[in-house]
């Protein structure tokens, strides 16, 4: 029985076939970069204004420096809690009003500030937690939300 050999079928139509799939590929993506760049070059003006808000420097009001005995087991302990606050806020359009409500701050601050221990001040996660209920109380005294950070200057525990 003689084997048949396989024959081999010259395809010339293959190196044409290879073409214009690279043609196609090459269309495809010359669109897709025409599209992205058009897409993107309308954009650039709201990027530009991200930009410009995340690197725009924080508009902050300088609250006051308060200094208050802590809460102890009695009444009153011996020690107290030097801070040094700043507002960080969302406007200077706000400034006038945080500034008529300078003494309804103050107290709610010293109030706030002297109901607290030296145990709760001592670690991170209870400045961090002042710092909410600073922000949560000064927002209940004017109204509205206009306070959006907190910044420490000074803290001292003695």
Same mark, same amino acid.
């Given at each position: 029985m003689a084997e048949a050999e396989p024959t081999e079928k010259s395809s010339a139509g293959s190196p044409l076939i290879k073409i214009?799939?690279?043609?196609?590929?090459?269309?495809?993506?010359?669109?897709?970069?025409?599209?992205?760049? /058009?897409l993107l070059g309308r954009g650039d003006d709201a990027a530009k204004e991200d930009i410009e808000k995340a690197t725009a420097r924080p508009i902050t009001y300088n609250?006051? /420096?308060?200094?208050?005995n802590l809460m102890g087991q009695s009444a009153m302990s011996k020690k107290y809690?030097? &801070?040094?606050?700043?507002l960080g806020i969302g406007s200077e359009k706000q400034i006038p009003e945080i500034e008529q409500y300078k003494p309804l701050i103050n107290d709610s601050v010293l109030i706030l500030l002297s109901?607290?221990?030296? /145990? $709760? &001040?001592?670690?991170? $996660?209870?400045?961090i937690q002042l710092k909410? $209920?600073?922000?949560?109380? &000064?927002?209940?005294? &004017?109204? /509205?939300?206009?306070v959006k950070k907190i910044y420490f200057t000074e803290f001292v525990v003695q």
């Open positions: 214009i799939i690279i043609v196609v590929v090459l269309l495809l993506l010359g669109g897709g970069g025409f599209v992205g760049w /058009t609250l006051n /420096t308060y200094i208050v809690l030097k &801070l040094g606050v700043i109901s607290k221990t030296y /145990t $709760e &001040l001592g670690t991170v $996660e209870g400045k909410q $209920e600073l922000i949560m109380r &000064l927002n209940q005294v &004017l109204g /509205t939300p206009m």
